[in-house]
T-cell receptor
Framework: EAQVTQNPRYLITVTGKKLTVTCSQNMNHEYMSWYRQDPGLGLRQIYYSMNVEVTDKGDVPEGYKVSRKEKRNFPLILESPSPNQTSLYFC??????????FGQGTRLTVV | AQSVTQLDSQVPVFEEAPVELRCNYSSSVSVYLFWYVQYPNQGLQLLLKYLSGSTLVKGINGFEAEFNKSQTSFHLRKPSVHISDTAEYFCAVSPQYNAGGTSYGKLTFGQGTILTVHP
């Protein structure tokens, strides 16, 4: 089944404790991206990648890191999480010039 | 740079009535346009997309949208809604190519419209 898989689905952590949210796609898509969704703000792009070893900042990259060492994986890293990073996070992948396919989301709470 | 404005944050409607969700955008380059739907506690699912060709685009679940380049709009419509259409709807654009600092692949979303269908 074609899908984008994020883990974990739910995460509660403390301020400053490094964490990684994994994202994997099985559709051989070149394009992958991370978004955060906050009430009233819609989805905002954090980082995106057009291919292996090629990443670029989205609208809200501060406090986040990404890497694209393999085509299928695009982990999101929070080196020192803060409460303002409490949000719902989505990973997406897609072909060039086409639509994005989304994962089920990761609800992160930083206390 | 790109921006997307969804003109209504909430749209209540009765079952079997028609509905229109409005979306305007601005961009310095030509764009692809999308509508996504998000049901409660789920990820986003593509409803329809405009890449090129006919400006009237048909999607899943009976939805359609019309691309109006002169008005930079991409409004979503359905002639008769069902209770199951209750969800949040997002309009999104992405540039067709790299130009003027706008990177191909940068998908920009509107703030979302919550459609509530009442019996």
């Amino acid at each position: 089944e074609a899908q984008v898989t994020q883990n974990p689905r739910y995460l509660i952590t403390v301020t400053g404790k490094k964490l990684t949210v994994t994202c994997s796609q099985n559709m051989n898509h070149e394009y992958m991206s991370w978004y955060r969704q906050d009430p009233g703000l819609g989805l905002r792009q954090i980082y995106y990648s057009m291919n292996v070893e090629v990443t670029d900042k989205g609208d809200v990259p501060e406090g986040y890191k990404v890497s694209r060492k393999e085509k299928r994986n695009f982990p999101l890293i929070l080196e020192s999480p803060s409460p303002n990073q409490t949000s719902l996070y989505f990973c997406a992948s897609g072909p060039r010039g086409g639509e994005a396919f989304f994962g089920q989301g990761t609800r992160l709470t930083v206390v | 740079a790109q921006s997307v404005t969804q003109l209504d944050s909430q749209v209540p409607v009765f079952e079997e009535a028609p509905v229109e969700l409005r979306c305007n955008y601005s961009s310095s380059v030509s764009v692809y346009l999308f509508w996504y739907v998000q049901y409660p506690n789920q990820g986003l699912q593509l409803l329809l997309k405009y890449l090129s060709g006919s400006t009237l685009v048909k999607g899943i679940n009976g939805f359609e949208a019309e691309f109006n380049k002169s008005q930079t709009s991409f409004h979503l419509r359905k002639p008769s809604v069902h209770i199951s259409d209750t969800a949040e709807y997002f309009c999104a654009v992405s540039p067709q190519y790299n130009a003027g600092g706008t990177s191909y692949g940068k998908l920009t979303f509107g703030q979302g419209t919550i459609l509530t269908v009442h019996p």
